[in-house]
């Protein structure tokens, strides 16, 4: 059974672009997409993923303010932060962060080994 993966970001583009990644691995699949964090928290409860995608800067609750309240839920779910912003926002969420990985969207072809170092099939 391939892994389930939740993928956040505002743009339409980027989300479309993930999901064409996704559709040429057996391992995984998107189960979900969301616009914005709030939105990504409620598709969490109710599609149980296996690992989450967050883009940083989206509307009604970042990334960040979005993987803290994903954490507190699923603690044991990991969460990929894909941002443009890969090394201002390491320097900024310090040691005790909710997010697995930060991996800059300039890294987008590497995305599946990202995911595969987090949820081994």
Do not use: W
């Not at 996704?22 to 109710?46: K, P």
């Not at 967050?54 to 979005?66: K, S, T, V």
């Amino acid at each position: 059974m391939p892994k389930t993966i939740l993928v956040a970001d505002d743009s339409a583009v980027i989300r479309k672009c993930l999901c064409r990644i996704f559709e040429t691995e057996e391992d995984y699949d998107i189960c979900a997409e969301a616009v914005n964090g709030e939105e990504a928290i409620a598709l969490a409860m109710q599609h149980k993923p296996d690992l989450i995608v967050l883009d940083f800067q989206m509307p009604r609750m970042n990334g960040i303010e979005a993987a803290y309240e994903l954490k507190r839920i699923m603690p044991n779910v990991p969460i990929i932060l894909f941002t443009n912003h890969a090394d201002t926002v390491q320097f900024a969420v310090g040691r005790n962060s909710p997010i697995d990985l930060i991996v800059p969207k300039s890294d987008a072809f590497h995305i599946i080994d990202h995911i595969r170092s987090l949820i081994p099939v």
